[in-house]
C-alpha cells in the first residue's frame, strides 16, 4: 500500500506570482520516501497560468515500477532531482535520477511457451538525466541518457497516448566506445536473439565495441509480445565490434 503523510504546504502570494513550498513523506511498503517541491505560479489574476518547480525525491524504490512478465524490478533505489515549467498547454521536465543497486530482470517466452529466457541487470550504480516535454497526450525526452562508470548512453525517448489503451513508444540509444564485454552485458540478448548475440558474441572475449543505434519502437501491445514473428520489426540494433 502507499500512503501520504506528513504533508506541508506553504504560500507567499505576490503581486505577480505566488511562492509555494511543499514537503511530504510517501510511504510504500515500509519504505519512506521524502518528497520537496519548491518553485513559483503566477497569481489568478496576473495572467495565463505559468509556474516553474523545482522536485526532489530521496530512495525511491525502483520495484514501483509496474512489472511486466518479461521487464521487472527485484531491487535498487534511485534519488530524482528536476525542474517543472509549465503553462496550459505543455510542461518542460529538466530531471536527473541517481539510481544505486539496480536490480532489473529483461525475459522472453517463446510463442509455444516452451522455452523461457531471462537476463538480470545489475549495476552498482548509473546515472539518468532527460529533458523534454509533456504536451496533450505525448510525453517527448528528445534528450536523455543514461551514464555509468563504465558506459554512456545517449539517445531519446517518446510516449505518444493518442490510443490511451495501447501507447505508442520509441526508444533510441547509441553509445560512446566500451568494452566488448560491456556491450554484451547491455544488450538484451533473450529479446534480440539474432545471429550476433547466439553465434559472435559467444566467441569473442576482448575488444571494444560501439553501439550505433538500438532500436525499440511500437505499440505497448506490439512490444509485450516481442516473442510474436508479426511484431519482429520493433526491436533493432546495430554496432561496431573492433
Not at 4 to 29: C, F, M, Q, R
Not at 82 to 96: C, F, P
Amino acid at each position: 500500500a502507499t500512503s501520504l503523510s506528513k504533508i506541508n504546504i506553504w504560500t507567499t502570494p505576490g503581486n505577480h506570482d505566488t511562492i509555494v513550498k511543499l514537503s511530504a513523506d510517501i510511504e510504500y511498503h515500509g519504505s519512506v520516501i521524502p518528497v520537496t517541491a519548491s518553485g513559483t505560479a503566477t497569481s489568478p489574476f496576473a495572467g495565463p497560468l505559468s509556474y516553474e518547480f523545482e522536485v526532489e525525491a530521496a530512495a525511491v524504490p525502483l520495484t514501483m515500477i509496474p512489472a511486466w512478465q518479461d521487464f521487472f524490478f527485484s531491487g535498487g533505489t534511485a534519488d530524482f532531482s528536476g525542474k517543472l515549467m509549465g503553462n496550459r498547454q505543455e510542461i518542460k521536465v529538466d530531471a536527473t535520477v541517481e539510481i544505486d543497486k539496480l536490480d532489473m530482470t529483461v525475459g522472453w517466452t517463446s510463442e509455444d511457451k516452451r522455452v523461457r529466457q531471462e537476463k538480470p541487470y545489475r549495476l552498482e550504480r548509473c546515472t539518468l538525466a532527460v529533458s523534454g516535454y509533456l504536451q496533450g497526450k505525448k510525453i517527448d525526452f528528445p534528450t536523455l541518457s543514461l551514464q555509468s562508470d563504465d558506459f554512456r548512453l545517449l539517445g531519446s525517448f517518446i510516449v505518444d497516448f493518442a490510443d490511451p489503451a495501447n501507447p505508442f513508444i520509441d526508444l533510441r540509444l547509441r553509445s560512446d566506445e566500451m568494452k566488448l564485454a560491456t556491450l554484451k552485458m547491455l544488450l538484451p540478448d533473450p529479446l534480440i536473439n539474432d545471429w550476433t548475440t547466439q553465434t559472435i558474441f559467444p566467441r569473442l572475449e576482448n575488444g571494444t565495441a560501439r553501439m550505433i543505434d538500438f532500436i525499440l519502437a511500437g505499440t505497448l501491445n506490439e512490444i509485450a509480445r516481442l516473442n510474436k514473428r508479426e511484431n519482429a520489426h520493433c526491436l533493432s540494433w546495430s554496432g561496431i565490434l573492433r
